[in-house]
């Protein structure tokens, strides 16, 4: 049975051993913990999540930290979004318990020496992009997993090999947590809600909007039993290059190891279908796994 939690009794704890000790309190008391992490700059996808959360437990921890690990030299580490008062409010109004916001230091002790490297799953897609990215991710999620103890961790599918990665590590390295995949939220012409969003310009956001349209057509053309890699990937390519984008990877892969099939055969019964793609300088990220998920647009 889960407790209600007051929504005005948010704890905001910025030191690792408070955290912890916090969610120790809380597993003595008998409450279930869920941990929602996020970079912060929260935005209604997020809030789904804590409330996702909220259903699988009875105190919920969000921890907004952006991680300078995962980022490349090139990246947009400093420019990253940055609202904590407009998040901690967000979180309070959701329900969480408390917000963690530890400093780099806190995370990253001095001396630091340890990275956590999750091998296959990151070779393809974001982590052929980006490299050292999957890294970075696992190794932070991994030390708040660590930190967090036994509890049931929620994140978006929007960061679907992201989530692959996170359920490896979590199953490799024998950590008590319970990882939970959350749907897509996305505005309602399609576009997937992404922190990353408030770079767009006008004229981009509308140019952006062609992701999830060009895979709600294959979607649709999956549905009606196109398995041809070809044939799914050649008019999404289209309609990204028509509308402006930039595609980095447009790819057919395997739903669970990540492997891309071979563009010249045909597809299983439910793959997943993810894109990377410029819209200006703006890198969005986006997918379906056909064969399971409804059409982005409907
Ligand atoms: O998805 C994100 O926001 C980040 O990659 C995560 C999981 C919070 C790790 O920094």
Redesign the pocket.
């Known amino acids: 049975m889960v407790r209600r939690v007051t929504r005005d009794s948010l704890q905001i704890e910025r030191t690792a051993r408070g955290y912890r000790d916090t969610c120790e309190r809380w597993r003595r008391e008998g409450r279930r913990v869920a941990l929602v ?3 912060g700059a929260l935005h209604a996808g997020h809030l789904a999540l804590v409330d996702e959360a909220r259903r699988h437990a009875d105190a919920v921890a969000v ?1 907004i ?3 300078p690990t ?1 980022f490349g030299p090139n990246e947009d580490f400093s420019k990253y979004p940055r609202s904590f008062e407009s998040d901690v409010q967000a979180c309070r109004d959701h329900g969480a318990s408390l917000v963690f916001n530890p400093t780099v230091e806190e995370m990253y002790p001095a001396g630091d020496a340890t990275r956590v490297t999750v091998t296959g799953l990151t070779t393809h897609l974001c982590g052929r992009s980006r490299p050292g990215h999957f890294e ?2 696992a190794t ?2 991994a030390k ?1 997993f660590c930190l967090t103890g036994a509890c049931v961790a929620v ?2 599918r929007k ?1 679907y090999q ?1 989530l692959k990665v ?1 359920e490896r590590l979590a199953l490799d390295l024998g950590l008590p947590v319970e990882v939970v995949g959350h749907p897509i939220v996305r505005e309602a012409d399609g576009l997937a809600l992404s ?1 990353r969003n408030a770079y767009l310009s006008s004229e981009d956001r509308a140019r952006a909007v062609a992701i999830p349209r060009s895979l709600s057509a294959a979607s649709r053309a999956f549905a009606t039993g196109e398995r041809s890699a070809a044939a799914l990937l050649a008019p999404l390519r289209q309609e990204l290059l028509g509308a402006g984008l930039r595609t980095d990877y447009a790819t057919l892969a395997d739903a669970e190891c990540i492997d891309p099939f071979d563009e010249s055969g045909p597809v299983p019964e439910r793959c997943l279908l993810a894109v990377a793609a410029f819209a200006g300088t703006t890198r969005l990220i986006d997918n379906v796994v056909l064969g399971q998920d409804p059409p982005p647009v409907p």
Do not use: E
């Open positions: 992490p996020t970079m921890s930290f952006v991680n995962q970075g991710v932070v999620v708040l994140f978006g960061d992201q996170v922190s």
